[in-house]
C-alpha cells in the first residue's frame, strides 16, 4: 500500500512538473490568440476574440449564451409531433425503422399526461444500438447471465406483473435491491402493456459495461471474455477501470499506447486542472454545455481528474445489457433515470414531506430570492471514486473543486467584470484566489470516506470540512453548484426543483441530457470549474476585493452593476424550477422508461419485424 502510494505520487509529481513549466509565460489581457484547449473540444468554447488590443471589452460572452440558450430550447419545443402518425414519422425519420409495437399505447401515455419533448429519445436509441448485432436469444441469455453477477439484480416482468427475481449470489451486497425497487416503481403504471422479460438492474451508481473496441463489432461481439462463475466484484490487484476503458479505444488512440496513457501528451498547451488558472482564455472560456463528451481516449492523461477511472469494482468487458443511472463515455451501460430521482428520501427530494404521497410544492426552508445568500454553496462527503489504485483522491472532482475554492488556496484569478464608471462595458482585474474564496465560496466536506495520500489528517488539513447540513439549507443560497461524486449527482433533481441556481459539472450523460438545456435551466461549469469566478463576476457584480483591487469601492455606480446580473441568475433559477415541474416530473421518467421498455421487449422478441409498430 505505502509503495503503491509513493509511486502514483512521484509520477503525479513529475507529470505536474512538465504542466507547470509549460505554464510560465503568462497571458496578459488583450492577447487574442485562442489557445485551443485540450481539455475539452474546442467547438464546445466561445472563441476568445473578444478583445482587441485594450484592455477593454464591450460583449460579455454569457447574454449571448443564454439568449441562444432560449432560442434553441424554444425551438425543440415547439417542433415536437402532435399526433400519433406525426410521431411515427418522426420516428421512422431518426432511426430509418418503424416503432416498436405498443407505440400507441405509449402515444397515448406521454400525450394524457402532458409530456413535452415526445421526439426526443435518441438517448435510448443511442444506448440499445449495440444490442441489435446480438439475436434475441443472445440478448435474452445476456439478460440472464448479467443478472448473475455481483451488484446486479434481475426485475422480471412475469404476466403483466414486475417483480424482483431472486438470485442467490456468493458476494453480498449491501446497496441492493434500492435501484431495482425504484425501477420497479417507474413501471407500474404501465406494466401490464408489457411483455414477459428481465432487466438486469446496476445496484451501484457507477457504470459497468466496458467493451474492448475490438469486440465490439459481429461477430468478435459474441467472444466470451467473461465466466461469470468465477468474477470478483473487485479488481484484486489485476486491473483496473481505466485499464479496462483503454481497452475500448481504438487502436490508433492515444489511450492504447501504455506509455502516452499515463503522461499528458500536451505539455506545451496545457490546459490546467490541478492548479489555478491565470490566463485570460483559460478563465473566460465558458462551457457552453458540461462535459460528457470529453474523449478520454484521445486525451488519456485527463483520466487522472476524474474518480471513476479509480472504482474498485470490476467492470464487464462483454455487451450485457445493463440497466444504469448515469453513462459516462466509452460505457455500454442502458440509461435509467436514478431512484433519487422519484419517489421521496429527506436526503434528496426538495419538498420532502413524510406525511404525503408527494413531495410539497414549495420546501418549507425555502426563502424568497432577495433574502438568499450570493455565495456558491456545497456540501458532501469526499466520495468520488474508489482506491484501485490508490493514491489518486487529490485529483477527483469534489477533492479538486474544494482545493481550489479553499480560503487559503495560492492563486490569482483574472476577474472581467462590468466597469462601474462605463457600464457596458468589462475590465479585467487580477485578484488572489483567497479573498475571491472567503467571499464568494461556501462549500466544505461534512464527512471522509475512502482513502487519501497522508491519511485523514492530511485530507483534513487540506480541504475545508464543516458540519454537516440539513437538505433544505441549501435553499439559502443563490447558486448551488452540484458536483460528480461516485458517479453522477443525485441531488440534481433537488436543486432544479428549488429557488436557487444551479451550476453543474459533470461527465455523465443521463436520460434527461437531451431534453434540458444549459445556460437556461442550470449554468453549465467545465471539469476544470476555474471560469466559475467569472460566472459569479457576470451575476453578482464584482466581489469587494475585486473592486478594491480595481479601485473603485468608492464609485457609486458600483450598485447598478449588480441589479441586472441578479435577475439574469433568478431567470435561470426559475426556468429551472419551471423545468423540473414540466419536463423533470416522475412522469416524464416514466415516459421514458415505458418508451424503454418497448424497444427493449423487441430485442428481447426473436421476430422483431412483428414486434415493430405500423399504423
Ligand atoms: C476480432 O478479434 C480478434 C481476436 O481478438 C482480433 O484479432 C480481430 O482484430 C478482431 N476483429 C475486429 C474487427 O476487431
Ligand atoms: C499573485 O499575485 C501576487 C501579487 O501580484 C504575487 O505576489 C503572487 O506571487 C501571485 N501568486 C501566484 C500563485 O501567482
Ligand atoms: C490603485 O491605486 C493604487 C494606488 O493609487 C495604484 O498603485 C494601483 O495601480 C491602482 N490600481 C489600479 C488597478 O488602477
Redesign the pocket.
Known sequence: MRGWLYIAWVFLFFMLAGLLSSRRNREVVGSSAARSSWFRSPSKWLPFALYGDSNVLDEHPIPRLMADAEKKFKTLLAKQSKTLPEAVAEYKRRYGRDPPLGFDDWWKFATENDVKLVDEFDAIVEDLAPFWSLSGAEFRWRAYEAGQLPSIDLVRIEDGLAIDLKVEKKFKDTEKGHRALGFRRLLEKFQDKLPDMDFPINAKAEGRVLV??????Y??LT?EELSVENFTPDWKGTGSVWHAFRRTCAPDTQARRLFSSYRNPNAEKPRSLLGPQNTVDEVFNFAESVDVDLDYCHYPWAHFTQGHFFSDWRTVPQLYPVLSPARAKGFADIRIPSHYYHGQNSRYTYGWDPTNEDPKEIDDMEVPWDDKVEVIFWRGATTGGGSTPPGFSPFYQRHRFLRMAHENAKANYTIIHESPLNPGTYISTTVPAMELNREIMDVAFVSAVGSYPGGEEALRREHRFAQSVPLGEHWSYKYLIDLDGMSYSGRFMAFMASDSAVIKSTVYKEYFTDWIQPWLHFIPLSSSYSEIYNIHAYFSGPSSATLRIANMSHVPEVKNIHANGDQQLKKIARAGKQWKKTIGRTVDMEAYVYRLCLEYARLWADDRDAWSFVL
Open positions: 474492448p473496441w475490438e469486440h465490439q463489432t461477430p468478435n467472444i
